[in-house]
């Protein structure tokens, strides 16, 4: 009793004194078990605590208590399916404890999995139906799942019995965000402050959601409050590094993205035991650059690789497996290498003098410089000179899918995508086929489909609407064989494309791309510019701010139809 009134009272040191003291005085009490670990975990020790719930789980197998506060631990270590297997195991021994379920679909959501999670939270609140953080945790899993809407009243229930509850009017902000009812969402965020100025995620949030309505030193100066709120905060230091990096402020935008490792939906890093290169002279040395996120930035990243090799290094590639051939004959003397887990044995030698993941590189490098004069600011400021092409078609492919695309008409191919299949920002990014339609019957040209997935009902309702069949090619699967799509976007004489995968091997490419962007786009396209630091010749074709993307495809149309019509 006087050790829970110690861990009431916030003085855990002398709860686990005393605690200790019981257990030493009769071990076989579960309880006691139990109490201690609660007083380690509150103090960060997270293992002790896990040792503390395993004894008295195996003194009382059957305890709920135990089970459910040992998946609370797993939450805290970053173990999500043990915590999972806890917190069932908890709900066998006891199915009608609510707060286990609630804890269940929070777990749940961290491994992804949000239509169990909302099942779990529509259970506790079956048993427990005032329970607040239950309604919160329903409303997160309803949007991931889309239903918005259905999320915002959920959030409204959770705020109608606990009008304070920051978190709530936090994720509220989400959903009318994700609604596009962007005045809601601010005014959200701003309750969410107002019941907690501190509140890190609050400013976080409203950080994005300032820069998706173009104001961008606004949300700079909320990711700035947010970090400055909870200095550990990776997610919003990674959401400052992309405003950084969008606004061009290279330099410290660079710095700031090396937070992407420890993000919510950051990347993965890759474990190479050689020192991190961090702009050392590297002339007679070897770098193993490790490609990171999906396929269209490691060929952006891929770009900077030339810098490496101007300074004198030898450089190995680790990449995914799709892209080791066009690296290979892209890069003469590189040595590209299929990524896998474990990795390949070649990229342990201890000979390899350095290691670097290549969203890294520029951080190191300056444009036209090279390596060994850092901190580097990287493309998109200054008067740096035009980029080159870096990537390279295999020509007798190229020539081979060219000529059978034109046949015998001499039309102008002009590839086109519409989709990006980018699981978070994919649908800001994309339009409809059908919303190409101004690019049909344009005289001199014809359209080749180059987006990938399942496109032949898109095609056939764009044949039906404007009598324009769009060329696809059945033999090359964009996804499964890079190498023949690489060949296939070479056989362009123009790609008109979203930013996805197909943007970036185009441009890398050096072929005549038109890129049609989001007012809030990529960092790798920056602000206001029409062309690009990353690729010699993109074009880009900017969406204005609460705008359809109509403007967009009738600029792109127009300028196409007087760059390929026949002059009279």
């Not at 076989?28 to 078990?33: L, N, R």
């Not at 892209?323 to 000979?351: K, M, N, Y």
């Not at 499964?480 to 790609?495: G, H, P």
């Not at 900017?542 to 705008?547: E, G, L, S, T, V």
């Amino acid at each position: 009793m006087l050790g829970l009134i110690e861990r009431q009272a916030g003085r855990n040191e002398q709860a686990i004194e005393r605690f200790n003291r019981a257990i030493a005085a009769n071990s076989g009490v579960a309880a006691y078990h139990v109490n201690l670990g609660n007083a380690l975990k509150s103090l960060g020790r997270w293992e002790d605590a896990v040792a503390c719930y395993r004894q008295a789980l195996a003194i009382s197998p059957d305890l709920a208590e135990a089970h459910s506060n040992l998946g609370n631990v797993f939450q805290d270590l970053g173990r999500p399916e043990d915590a999972v297997v806890s917190y069932q195991n908890a709900l066998a021994a006891k199915p009608d404890y609510a707060e286990a379920f609630g804890n269940l679909g929070n777990a749940l959501m961290s491994l992804e999995r949000p239509e169990e999670a909302a099942e779990s939270f529509r259970n506790a609140l079956t048993l427990q139906p005032e329970f607040i953080e239950a309604y919160s945790g329903l409303g997160n899993a309803l949007q991931e799942l889309g239903q918005l809407d259905t999320a915002v009243a959920t959030y409204a229930k959770a705020l109608a019995l606990k009008p304070d509850y920051a978190e709530a009017h936090c994720n509220l902000g989400l959903a009318f965000q994700g609604l596009g009812q962007f005045d809601k969402a601010l005014a959200s965020y701003a309750m969410a402050l107002a019941c907690n100025p501190d509140f890190s995620e609050a400013h976080t949030n409203l950080g994005g959601a300032l820069k998706e309505l173009g104001r961008f030193d606004e949300a700079e100066a909320s990711y700035r409050r947010a970090v400055e709120a909870q200095p550990d905060n990776a997610d919003a230091h990674f959401q400052l590094a992309l405003c950084l990096l969008l606004v061009g402020k290279m330099a410290e935008g660079w710095e700031e993205y090396e937070w992407r490792w420890r993000a919510t939906h950051g990347v993965v890093r890759r474990d190479f035991p050689q020192a991190p290169w961090q702009g050392e002279a590297v002339a007679g040395k070897t770098v193993l650059v490790w490609c990171e996120q999906g396929v269209g930035d490691e060929v952006l990243y891929a770009g900077r690789v030339p810098a490496l090799l101007e300074a004198g290094a030898r450089v190995i590639l680790e990449c995914d497996p799709r892209l080791t051939h066009v690296f290979a004959r892209s890069f003469p003397g590189v040595t590209a290498i299929g990524r896998s887990t474990p990795p390949d044995p070649r990229l342990l030698d201890e000979a390899i003098e350095y290691q670097c993941p290549a969203g890294s590189l520029d951080r190191w490098l300056k444009p036209g410089v090279g390596p060994g004069v850092g901190p580097g600011v990287g493309p998109g400021v200054g008067n740096e000179a035009k980029p080159a092409a870096y990537l390279m078609a295999d020509e007798s492919g190229r020539e081979a899918l060219r000529k059978r695309y034109q046949g015998d008409g001499g039309e102008r191919l002009v590839g086109i995508t519409w989709n990006s299949k980018n699981k978070r920002i994919g649908e800001s990014k994309s339009l409809n086929l059908l919303e190409l339609a101004p690019l049909a019957g344009i005289a001199g040209i014809k359209l080749v489909d180059l987006q990938y997935g399942d496109t032949q009902d898109q095609r056939d309702a764009f044949a039906d609407r404007t009598g324009v069949e769009i060329l696809h090619d059945d033999s090359i699967d964009q996804m499964k064989d890079i190498d023949a799509f690489v060949d296939q976007v070479a056989a362009m004489d123009l790609v008109v494309t979203v930013s996805n995968t197909t943007a970036h091997i185009a441009g890398a490419l050096g072929l005549p791309t038109w890129v049609m962007v989001h007012p809030t786009p990529l960092p790798c396209w920056l602000l206001e510019r029409e062309d690009s630091p990353w690729f010699p010749d993109v074009r880009l074709f900017r969406k204005i701010p609460q705008d359809g993307w109509e403007n967009v495809v009738g600029r792109v149309a127009k300028d196409l139809a007087g760059l390929y019509s026949p002059q009279p």
